[in-house]
């Protein structure tokens, strides 16, 4: 199916969870068995029963920063014969990328605020940033400035006066988690900082605007479980970018463009992953980040590839999966890309249809929601 409506369904707004389970592998798992199809609820945990020893279990380690920044606009003195400076301007910069140095791609709100040249202040002058362009997508382009020696200790670097080689370590102080926009701030009874996060979640320079939320599931001592078990724990990394937000606005949905993300896959996790193909084990993808990266390096090289690369890599429709044998994930918004893909991976009509009884049987969508494993 091409038709971006053929991926609508309803869905009562009390079932979009506000917060997490109160222990991560205590959340629901709708259990679907594509050769019997067959579907069993069961808890989180109970996923071990349905994962083998020689399974290899494909992670994503990507860790979300604190994207999120409220400022002030330092604005100019005013004209001769004005009276006093005009009072200062809330401003809110989600960032998305960087661009190199002290270069981002950012969104600002609001963003008629951001001609060139305008300087903003965040965390009383901690940071001050500099538009150096506006983008074709809206988005800005700034240059962050900041006290690149802290003269103490940080939580990266221990020491008198050693530089700040983390912009990272300002952003941990007065940043926030950009939680999703369904997630209402004021609802979350949770510390966002550690629930919006998985347990294995690695420090990068670069890092993700939104969770590789299917990870959210695991606690450490599930994956010592299934590390007893025999099961392959294999971590690769793709930084979530905010396009994994963007609707499809095209009603073909082969007319979408797909947003790029960064991904890195190591020596020794392209090498796990190429010898479970051959010997004929399963590579489970957990989330729909990791099912992308396997499917996105495979689709460029031919075979998981050792590398730092970029995809943008759009499944949908009659996909054929090269890698993944099966999928770990969580239920997702209608008409969204995570949707179509999910449904590339069963069947439009079957993901559908296990849509209902999520919603029948009351499962919690999108986020903070409960999961979902496809065999």
């Known amino acids: 199916m091409s038709n971006l409506k053929d991926y609508y369904f309803d869905l009562?707004?009390?079932?979009?969870?506000?917060?997490?389970?109160?222990?991560?592998?205590?959340?629901?798992?709708?259990?679907?068995?594509?050769?019997?199809?067959?579907?069993?609820?069961?808890n989180f945990?109970?996923?071990?029963?349905?994962?083998?020893?020689?399974d290899v279990l494909v992670i994503n380690e990507s860790k979300v920063f604190p994207a999120r920044l409220i400022g002030e606009r330092i604005n100019p003195l005013p004209a001769a014969g004005g009276h006093g400076?005009?009072?200062l301007q809330r401003i809110e910069f989600l960032l998305l990328e960087n661009k190199g140095g002290d270069i981002w791609e950012i969104i600002m709100k609001p963003g008629r605020?951001?001609?060139?040249?305008?300087v903003f202040s965040f965390g009383n002058g901690k940071i001050k940033a500099k538009?150096?362009?506006?983008?074709?997508?809206?988005?800005?382009?700034?240059e962050f400035e900041y006290d690149k020696y802290n003269g103490g200790v940080n939580s990266r670097n221990a020491g008198v006066g050693v530089p700040y080689t983390g912009f990272f370590d300002i952003l941990d102080e007065i940043g926030k988690i950009p939680l999703p926009p369904y997630i209402r701030e004021s609802e979350v009874k949770v510390n966002a900082k550690e629930r919006y996060q998985t347990v294995y979640a690695k420090e990068d320079k670069k890092g993700s605007s939104a969770a590789p939320t299917a990870g959210l599931h695991f606690t450490s001592e599930l994956l010592n479980l299934l590390k007893a078990k025999g099961v392959i724990?294999?971590?690769?990394t793709l930084h979530v970018g905010l396009g994994t937000f963007r609707p499809v606005k095209t009603e073909n949905i082969s007319e979408h463009k797909m947003h790029e993300e960064y991904y890195n896959i190591s020596e020794?996790?392209?090498d796990e992953i190429t010898k479970a193909k051959l010997e004929n084990r399963r590579v489970i993808a957990v989330g729909t980040t990791s099912c992308r990266t396997l499917e996105g390096n495979f689709a460029k090289y031919g075979k998981i590839t050792a590398c730092e690369d970029r995809t943008d890599i759009f499944i949908y429709g009659d996909y054929k999966f090269?890698?993944?044998?099966?999928?770990?994930?969580?239920?997702?918004?209608?008409?969204?890309?995570?949707?179509?893909?999910v449904s590339a991976f069963y069947t439009r009509e079957n993901i559908l249809e296990a849509y209902k009884t999520a919603v029948e049987n009351k499962y919690r969508f999108f986020s903070f929601g409960d999961a979902m494993m496809i065999l």
């Open 131 to 142: 538009v150096l362009q506006s983008l074709d997508n809206g988005n800005k382009l700034v």
């Open 45 to 54: 945990y109970n996923i071990i029963d349905y994962l083998n020893k020689g």
């Open 12 to 42: 009562p707004e009390n079932l979009i969870a506000q917060n997490p389970a109160d222990k991560r592998d205590e959340s629901r798992l709708m259990l679907i068995d594509r050769k019997n199809n067959k579907t069993v609820h069961k």
């Open 268 to 270: 020794s996790g392209a």
């Open 322 to 341: 090269n890698i993944t044998d099966a999928l770990i994930t969580n239920f997702h918004l209608p008409e969204s890309t995570l949707l179509m893909l």
């Open 85 to 87: 400076n005009p009072p």
């Open 233 to 236: 724990i294999c971590p690769i």
């Open 113 to 118: 605020k951001g001609k060139k040249d305008a």
